[in-house]
């Protein structure tokens, strides 16, 4: 199947810095990613729908203006994880959509990025 | 979105055959039912997908009822690398569309 990577895979950093997170898809060009977060024990969680070249759609209760996510192009969507706070530690994993037909798979999804805010 | 209902946990021994089910009882007529499974601490990892006929690939089997509100997913021989948790998802543009993850099957399989 085709390849989703995230990078870093884990990132520990100090309360109220930012982490960028890259999400790339390595053999297929994504016209759209998508963004989830992931708390212990719990399921995935939209965040939010980015779109190559437009703004990215949020979910309801997602701060827009501090994920950042921006689609600069078809292989590379980043999220930006702005003045962060312990309650954001949390496992951040992407997915891209991967232009077949209607309904045929599907999404691929990235290993995985863990946050740790001290 | 198709509400789903799976349930919590299921457990089976290596090398038997497992039926993991799903109830999506106001599935669309359009949706197609996706299923993913999830490894501990990696990404969501496509498993199968079908729309109302029975499907097969290398890594499992997938039966929709008649009626679509339900689906089953077999896997054929359970190994300790299948313990995962399991998502059936109702999704009209499997690529395209976001994906609602409910709370799924986390399946445990004993040596």
């Known amino acids: 199947g085709a390849v989703v990577s995230q990078h870093p895979s884990w990132v520990i950093c100090k309360s109220g810095t930012s982490v960028k997170i890259e999400c790339r898809s390595l053999d297929f060009q994504a016209t759209t990613m998508f963004w989830y977060r992931q708390f212990p024990k719990q399921s995935l969680m939209l965040m939010a729908t980015s779109n190559e070249g437009s703004k990215a759609t949020y979910e309801q209760g997602v701060e827009k203006d501090k994920f950042l996510i921006n689609h600069a192009s078809l292989t590379l969507s980043t999220l930006t994880v702005t003045s962060a706070h312990p309650e954001d530690s949390s496992f951040y994993i992407c997915?891209?959509?991967?232009?077949?037909?209607?309904?045929?798979?599907?999404?691929?999804f990235g290993p995985g990025t863990r946050l740790l805010v001290l | 979105d198709a509400k789903t209902t799976q349930p919590n946990s299921m457990e089976s021994n290596e090398e038997e055959p497992v039926h993991l089910p799903c109830n999506h009882s106001?599935?669309?007529?359009?949706?197609?039912i996706h299923w993913y499974r999830q490894l501990p601490s990696q990404g969501p990892e496509y498993v199968i997908h079908g729309l109302t006929s029975n499907v097969n690939n290398r890594m499992a089997s997938l039966a929709i009822a008649e009626d679509r509100k339900s689906s089953t997913l077999i896997l054929h021989r359970a190994t300790l690398r299948d313990a995962a948790v399991y998502y059936c998802i109702p999704s009209d543009e499997g690529g395209s569309e976001k994906l609602v993850f409910g709370k799924g099957t986390k399946l445990t399989v004993n040596p």
């Open positions: 106001t599935i669309s007529g359009t949706d197609y």
């Open positions: 997915s891209a959509g991967h232009p077949k037909d209607r309904g045929q798979e599907t999404q691929y």
